[in-house]
């Protein structure tokens, strides 16, 4: 293999791993968003159900 084709193979395994990174950040900040949406829609209806009684 020549020094390019080394490159080449270093550039593929590369691009993978930071897709890895990129799509693993992406499904832990769509979690917490998910749970402070959850958070803040519960504590709305405690507070209403507080209020009401």
Do not use: C, H, P
């Amino acid at each position: 293999m020549s020094r390019m084709d080394n490159i080449y193979a270093a550039l593929e395994i590369m691009w993978k791993g930071m897709t890895g990174i990129f799509v693993t950040i992406l499904i832990i900040m769509i979690i917490v968003w998910i749970m402070t949406w959850i958070g803040k829609n519960s504590s709305k209806k405690s507070s209403s159900e507080e209020t009401a009684q």
